[in-house]
């Protein structure tokens, strides 16, 4: 992990970016934005994905509780998840801060995120969570996500609407047909879509009522949007200085 750190261009100091959660639907690209983020304050991405992938294949003890659960088809529960969450924010490299990615997920996980970050410091002194919320329209998302076709030879992505190779439906790399996921079709993608929706509303609100939501317009080109988040926490967390 990098340990490069930014600095505030208005008062020379370091910045120390403290907890940062973001939220967005699927494709608003909140994953390009944590890398983003991460290269430039020195801190690490944390992912509920990753950190299941890596207990199961570990074999910690979350994480054979965990693959006997998805073994049986069932959802990996809460307590499980905020126990790798909860190791995982204790490592040293998390003292300066991370990004949470996925998580939370509900209101419930939410609140227990404020609870385990109460009495916690960063760089010696409290920081609250800066919440961002990635915005993208709903026929952009589907734009990104349906759009997207792979090549089987060489894993190159392109995507019809945005990027499209040169000559229609094949790379131009090697010239190799090009596929579509079925998990990329429309269908499965509005769906997938709406049950975001759903599950998030409620999360959103939480902060939103609390004066600590941010919302950014994932439809800029990536350039601006990481603009705009870098300017956001700088501002943000020069006021707790």
């Given at each position: 992990?990098?340990?490069?750190?930014?600095?505030?261009v208005?008062?020379?100091?370091?910045?120390?970016?403290?907890?940062?959660?973001?939220?967005?639907?699927p494709?608003?690209?909140k994953?390009?934005?944590?890398?983003?983020?991460?290269?430039?304050?020195?801190v690490?991405?944390?992912?509920?994905?990753?950190?299941?992938?890596?207990?199961?294949?570990?074999?910690?003890?979350?994480?054979?509780?965990?693959?006997?659960?998805?073994?049986?088809?069932?959802?990996?529960?809460?307590?499980?998840?905020?126990d790798?969450?909860?190791?995982?924010?204790?490592?040293?490299?998390?003292?300066?801060?991370?990004?949470?990615?996925?998580?939370p997920?509900?209101?419930?996980?939410?609140?227990?995120?404020?609870?385990?970050?109460?009495?916690?410091?960063?760089?010696?002194?409290f920081?609250?969570?800066?919440?961002?919320?990635?915005?993208?329209g709903?026929?952009?998302?589907?734009?990104?996500?349906?759009?997207?076709r792979?090549?089987?030879?060489?894993?190159?992505?392109?995507?019809?609407?945005?990027?499209?190779?040169?000559r229609?439906?094949?790379?131009?790399v090697?010239?190799?047909?090009?596929?579509?996921?079925?998990?990329?079709?429309?269908?499965?993608?509005?769906?997938?879509?709406?049950?975001?929706?759903?599950?998030?509303?409620?999360?959103?609100?939480?902060y939103?009522?609390?004066?600590?939501?941010?919302?950014?317009?994932?439809?800029?080109?990536?350039?601006?949007?990481?603009?705009?988040?870098?300017?956001?926490?700088?501002?943000?967390?020069?006021?707790?200085?």
């Amino acid at each position: 992990m990098s340990t490069q750190s930014a600095t505030d261009v208005m008062t020379g100091k370091e910045v120390t970016a403290g907890p940062i959660v973001l939220l967005g639907s699927p494709g608003a690209g909140k994953g390009t934005q944590a890398k983003i983020i991460t290269g430039r304050y020195g801190v690490p991405h944390v992912s509920t994905g990753d950190l299941l992938r890596d207990n199961v294949s570990r074999v910690t003890e979350l994480g054979k509780k965990a693959k006997a659960i998805m073994e049986r088809g069932d959802l990996v529960p809460d307590d499980l998840v905020l126990d790798m969450v909860g190791e995982r924010l204790v490592a040293a490299d998390c003292d300066k801060g991370f990004i949470l990615d996925g998580f939370p997920r509900t209101t419930a996980q939410a609140e227990w995120l404020d609870r385990f970050l109460a009495s916690r410091t960063f760089a010696g002194r409290f920081l609250p969570p800066i919440v961002i919320k990635v915005q993208v329209g709903y026929n952009q998302l589907l734009q990104r996500l349906t759009g997207r076709r792979t090549c089987p030879a060489c894993g190159r992505i392109y995507n019809v609407y945005l990027q499209p190779p040169r000559r229609e439906g094949f790379c131009d790399v090697d010239g190799a047909p090009l596929i579509q996921r079925k998990d990329d079709s429309e269908e499965v993608i509005s769906e997938r879509l709406k049950t975001y929706e759903r599950q998030t509303l409620p999360l959103a609100d939480y902060y939103r009522r609390q004066g600590r939501l941010y919302e950014v317009n994932g439809e800029l080109p990536v350039e601006q949007v990481t603009a705009e988040m870098h300017s956001l926490i700088e501002k943000l967390r020069a006021a707790h200085d």
